[in-house]
T-cell receptor
Framework: QQPVQSPQAVILREGEDAVINCSSS?????VHWYRQKHGEAPVFLMI???GGEQKGHDKISASFNEKKQQSSLYLTASQLSYSGTYFC????????????WGLGTSLAVNP | DGGITQSPKYLFRKEGQNVTLSCEQN?????MYWYRQDPGQGLRLIYY???????QKGDIAEGYSVSREKKESFPLTVTSAQKNPTAFYLC??????????????FGEGSRLTVL
């Protein structure tokens, strides 16, 4: 039941926009987004809850389509600092409420 | 500043040896987690603890052991029974034991290499 992230990788020029998708085969209670730079710890971006409020982060926003069991992360006017690997973690409110993580989307922002 | 400290950052081990990775947090968080990260794979949960003196197995607990004797400490022992221990290990904490709503704070990670 690992969520599927797409695309696997994306290359942008500074200032361009990007969308990263996270899809699950199960009904979701929440979707979590993190960014990890190479060799560093993942950093929290936001959590989207079923039927609840969205929490944002600067110029990065996200949507959560409960019916499609999918979340999308929107990166607007990308900056060099946006480079890294983006992971989504999903919670289907099943046993133990544990997060299942996607394989990640590698994002490179070039000058 | 509050945060999570993992040590050592790099560790080399000979086959057959047990090693212990340290994880300390001063965020006063109840919940703590250990994840394993391999190239091209997502984070996989090894163990988690929602309260002192209690912990549960995650998805890949075989060959690992943990303890939670203090709220701020959650060490992970990689035993010789772990068949493929070379990996990047991440410790995390959350103020909320409910992982559905809690932001995870990660340490900088420990990279273990078995020679």
């Amino acid at each position: 039941q690992q969520p599927v992230q797409s695309p696997q990788a994306v290359i942008l020029r500074e200032g361009e926009d990007a969308v990263i998708n996270c899809s699950s085969s199960k009904a979701l209670y929440s979707v979590h987004w993190y960014r990890q730079k190479h060799g560093e710890a993942p950093v929290f971006l936001m959590i989207l809850l079923k039927g609840g409020e969205q929490k944002g982060h600067d110029k990065i926003s996200a949507s959560f389509n409960e019916k499609k069991q999918q979340s999308s992360l929107y990166l607007t006017a990308s900056q060099l600092s946006y480079s890294g690997t983006y992971f989504c973690g999903t919670d289907d409110a099943g046993n133990n409420r544990k997060l299942i993580w996607g394989l990640g989307t590698s994002l490179a922002v070039n000058p | 500043d509050g945060g999570i400290t993992q040590s050592p950052k790099y560790l080399f081990r000979k086959e057959g040896q047990n090693v212990t990775l340290s994880c300390e947090q001063n965020l006063n968080h109840d919940a703590m987690y250990w994840y394993r990260q391999d190239p091209g794979q997502g984070l996989r949960l090894i163990y988690y603890s929602q309260i002192v003196n209690d912990f549960q197995k995650g998805d890949i607990a075989e060959g690992y052991s943990v303890s939670r004797e203090k709220k701020e400490s959650f060490p992970l022992t990689v035993t010789s029974a772990q068949k493929n221990p070379t990996a990047f290990y991440l410790c995390a904490s959350s103020i909320s034991p409910d992982r559905a709503t809690g932001e995870l704070f990660f340490g900088e990670g420990s990279r273990l290499t078995v020679l």
